[in-house]
């Protein structure tokens, strides 16, 4: 009964822009993280990077410096702004949240995923 919806994903030029966003609706008593994942052609899915409910942030070492996880929790809305993006940025990226539900069940939830292709 979760889910999330990504939006903003697209093709941009090495060095340029892009800001992704997650929505999550459903029967959420509490996020407790959202996170974003990337998978790659023939590659394992990674950790992007997430953000706890206290607001703490993890990065992968590849986008330190480079993009921003951030949360509105007033609409339940995750947000990762990319910047001076790199040909290897290149994949689809998955929206997840850790969800306990008003039923009291926790779990993980995906998005649908958008794709991200970094391309001149």
């Known amino acids: 009964q979760v889910q999330l919806v990504e939006s903003g994903g697209g093709l941009v030029q090495p060095g340029g822009s892009l800001r992704l966003s997650c929505a999550a609706s459903g029967s959420i008593f509490r996020i407790n993280v959202m996170g974003w994942y990337r998978q790659a052609p023939g590659k394992q899915r990674e950790l992007v990077a997430n953000?706890?409910?206290?607001?703490?942030?993890v990065y992968a070492d590849s986008v330190k410096g480079r993009f921003t996880i951030s949360r509105d929790n007033a609409k339940n809305t995750l947000y990762l702004q990319m910047n001076s993006l790199k040909p290897e940025d290149t994949a689809v990226y998955y929206c997840?949240?850790?969800?306990?539900?008003?039923?009291?069940?926790?779990?993980?939830?995906w998005g649908q995923g958008t794709q991200v292709t970094v391309s001149s």
């Open positions: 953000i706890i409910s206290v607001g703490g942030t």
């Open positions: 997840n949240a850790v969800v306990t539900t008003y039923e009291r069940r926790t779990f993980g939830s």
